[in-house]
């Protein structure tokens, strides 16, 4: 004949049971994982929204400096292509480049000035071969178009070879454009940049 559990019994195994090492060992792991995860989950999720929101804000700013960059240099370049191009052969008119001469004088302080700050943020926010770029093709818009072209424009302005000069500007605005692809590529803001990810 089977023994049918009576309630005493019942209750002296579960108090047998709760008061095993094992189980108490459970029961604290238990508790204190349910501690760790109330604190550490939180933090861990806290950290990744930070993590993930401060990336964010640097390629925010870099889409800022890429647009910014590009629009100073090729607005200097171009209007540095007018004062050369209407004193070629085939586009000389002299009131057309009087004017180009006087757009450029009047936009390129305030341009170069914003070249110069984005130069500078490029150190934070890019590669320093990047900013270094940026700064040596300032220095070499000074020497190769800006220096020769207002040394033209008050020596020889009508008697100059305009030619020669526009081919160097045309050089440089192909340069500058393939130094505008490579900030955008470092930046990931190009298509074959894009389609990398």
Request: one cysteine or more; hydrophobic letters at 40%.
């Amino acid at each position: 004949m089977s023994k049918v559990p009576t309630p005493q019994r019942k209750s002296s195994s579960f108090i047998r049971a709760i008061k095993s090492d094992g189980f108490i060992e459970k029961l604290v792991l238990l508790v204190l994982t349910a501690i760790l995860s109330g604190i550490f989950v939180p933090l861990i999720i806290k950290s990744i929204d930070q993590s993930r929101e401060a990336r964010q804000a640097v390629a925010t700013a870099q889409a800022k400096l890429f647009d910014d960059i590009s629009d100073t240099i090729l607005t200097l370049e171009t209007l540095m292509l007018d004062v050369s191009w209407f004193g070629t052969r085939d586009a000389e008119n002299a009131d057309m480049q009087t004017s180009a001469f006087n757009r450029y004088t009047e936009r390129s302080v305030d341009l170069i000035v914003k070249w110069r700050v984005e130069a500078s943020r490029a150190q934070a926010l890019a590669s320093p071969e990047t900013a270094e770029k940026l700064q040596a093709f300032l220095n070499r818009f000074f020497t190769e178009q800006d220096t020769p072209t207002n040394r033209s424009w008050h020596d020889c302005r009508d008697t100059c070879d305009w030619e020669a000069q526009h081919e160097k500007n045309v050089k440089m605005l192909t340069e500058a454009n393939r130094l505008i692809l490579e900030i955008g590529s470092e930046f990931q803001l190009t298509a074959k940049s894009s389609e990398s990810r």
